[in-house]
T-cell receptor, first 117, second 114 residues
């Protein structure tokens, strides 16, 4: 149980295009989802916290207009990287928490590798 | 503000040897602590967590961790390393017990030699 999926697992795009990444909780309802970014050989950096039905809360230094987050349902959050540039290339990981089943724990998706040419 | 420090970015052990990955935290409130494992090009898998119950926490794959308040530590151990344990390990602290924002340590890469 407590499975989180991400789609796509890998995406390559041209500079200037927008890319959408989906994060789904498959067997539980996630009132809160988190988006992280991870550079090679580094730790995870929290980008934003996404609450269902409300605006996301962005961490300091993260451009909200560049990284658009939508959490329209209890099982789906999306991250859109707008006008992507090579410096946006990274591993993006989402997580979700199930307040009802296992309070206090975040479950992570498998990640999405974004490469911007 | 909470923070986590993992001592040693890389640890190498022989197969069958003891695994010890160090984690120290700072927190002004009782912390909730986690260890996650990440295999190459994958997301994070929860190994174990401390949420103010027993100070010795047992997790999956034979790992365990002990919460020591006096030392502000939450070190991860496994009595006998297996080749499949080779991965990146992250210690994390949560702001609250509701699965709030996680603060991650820098990570420790574990290598296991045959």
């Amino acid at each position: 149980g407590a499975v989180v999926s991400q789609h796509p697992s890998r995406v390559i795009c041209k500079s200037g295009t927008s890319v959408k990444i989906e994060c789904r909780s498959l067997d539980f309802q996630a009132t809160t989802m988190f988006w992280y970014r991870q550079f090679p050989k580094q730790s995870l950096m929290l980008m934003a916290t996404s609450n269902e039905g409300s605006k996301a809360t962005y961490e300091q230094g993260v451009e909200k207009d560049k990284f658009l987050i939508n959490h329209a349902s209890l099982t789906l959050s999306t991250l859109t990287v707008t006008s992507a540039h090579p410096e946006d290339s990274s591993f993006y990981i989402c997580s979700a928490r199930d307040r009802q089943r296992d309070r206090g724990t975040q479950y992570f998706g498998p990640g999405t590798r974004l490469t911007v040419l | 503000a909470q923070s986590v420090t993992q001592l040693g970015s890389h640890v190498s052990v022989s197969e069958g040897a003891l695994v010890l990955l160090r984690c120290n935290y700072s927190s002004s409130v009782p912390p909730y602590l986690f260890w996650y494992v990440q295999y190459p090009n994958q997301g994070l898998q929860l190994l174990l967590k401390y949420t103010s119950a027993a100070t010795l926490v047992k997790g999956i794959n034979g790992f365990e961790a002990e919460f020591k308040k006096s030392e502000t530590s939450f070190h991860l151990t496994k009595p006998s390393a297996h080749m499949s344990d080779a991965a990146e390990y992250f210690c994390a602290v949560s702001e609250d017990n509701q699965g709030g924002k996680l603060i991650f340590g820098q990570g420790t890469e574990l290598s296991v030699k045959p």
